[in-house]
């Protein structure tokens, strides 16, 4: 068997262990698993007259009402975050020093806050209304996360870019919008995705204010029918849901991360000088 320079490729021996224990793992999983299920059938949570309120029309229409909610709330959130962190990653960036100084206190302030105290301060200090205060308070901490992520990708790109187009006489804005940016956003974009689904995760926040989302709803249903606590059927219907939301999310950013990968970056040619070349602004023969 072949190495690599990482480590020796498993013999046959060494794959015989990893299958024999990788059916261990699955059977230990697989026992928990059942454990479970078990536990909740003896303790009567599969009874039917527990799940028999989910197939009322109103039910039904406040779960729905709900998720409709979370899904608002994300969307704007997402949208704001992207353009707060373009903003602060921009002045991260900035030539100026105080500009650059601002936007580094912004985003390493809004990165420490916990997101509830956000969240918390905007609702009771501010008085904001409970959708303004989710948006605003995923707005700042997930914005500040995302500008050390387009800073990063920015300075990911190979120094001598920027550098060769500097030399061409290009000014900083062109060499940010036509060479920096389009080849950090293949290094940006699955973490960016990856970002926005702490954002949908963190929508469920919008309870702790009286916000009317999924979760909200789910436990607005458990208080007012005949459950003991905990909840178990209505956790079984919300967080299958908002479990599939997150996956859906880091699916995409995986195969989005996938195609960056399978397609090749398009590197230009650039031909020999011939007698007779112009650069701009040359002398003219």
Known sequence: MSSTALYDVPGPRTRARHRLYGVVATVVILALLAWACYLLYDTGQFEGQKWTPFEYQGIQELLLKGLGNTLKAFAVAAVLSLVL??????GRLSW??????????LVEFFRAMPVLVMIFFIYVALQAEPLTALVVGLTLYNGSVLAEVFRAGVHSVERGQHEAAYALGMRKTQVMTHVLVPQAVRAMLPTIISQLVVALKDTSLGFLI???EFLHAGKLIASNLDYDLPF??????????????????????????????????VEGEVGAAEPGTLLPGGPQQ
């Open 232 to 265: 178990i059927p209505v956790v079984l219907v919300i967080s299958p849901i908002y479990i599939g939301m997150c996956m859906l999310l880091s699916w995409f950013a995986n195969w989005v991360g996938k195609r960056q990968r399978r397609n090749p970056k």
């Open 96 to 105: 100026h020093r105080p500009v650059r100084w601002l936007s580094t206190l």
């Open 85 to 90: 962190g373009t903003v602060l990653a921009a």
């Open 210 to 212: 009286t916000y009317e």
